[in-house]
């Protein structure tokens, strides 16, 4: 049985949280930039997953992940919540077109 050395997961993690930077600055909706933070919570967990891989006895890395996994549900769904409640006031979900906050 042969094993993954860790820089490979660590490569392919640096190239998700780029892809979740990337995707998160240039789109021009709130549900794009939510997309991208979730890719980057996702690296991060790669990141965590690998390293409690590389040393078995340390079990802490998955339950950090299991962690972020969950604080990443709860915010996709205050998020989202708050993206119906924009939308159903201003007809948009373009956050440059949402200049103000008062009624």
Not at 1 to 11: A, D, G, K, Q
Not at 18 to 23: D, F, H, K, R
């Given at each position: 049985?042969?094993?993954?050395?860790?820089?490979?997961?660590?490569?392919v993690a640096a190239a998700l949280f780029?892809?979740?930077?990337?995707?998160a600055i240039t789109k021009r909706n709130?549900?794009?930039?939510?997309?991208?933070?979730?890719?980057?919570?996702?690296?991060?967990?790669?990141?965590?997953?690998?390293?409690?891989?590389?040393?078995?006895?340390?079990?802490?890395?998955?339950?950090?992940?299991?962690?972020?996994?969950?604080?990443?549900?709860?915010?996709?769904?205050?998020?989202?919540?708050?993206?119906?409640?924009?939308?159903?006031?201003?007809?948009?979900?373009?956050p440059d077109q949402v200049s103000d906050?008062?009624?």
């Open positions: 049985m042969s094993t993954i050395p860790l820089i490979h997961f660590l490569i780029s892809i979740g930077l990337a995707v709130v549900i794009g930039i939510l997309i991208g933070l979730e890719l980057m919570l996702n690296a991060v967990n790669l990141n965590l997953v690998a390293f409690s891989r590389h040393d078995p006895t340390f079990l802490r890395g998955q339950l950090f992940a299991l962690f972020v996994i969950v604080v990443a549900a709860a915010e996709v769904t205050v998020a989202l919540g708050i993206v119906l409640r924009v939308y159903g006031h201003y007809q948009t979900i373009d906050l008062k009624k």
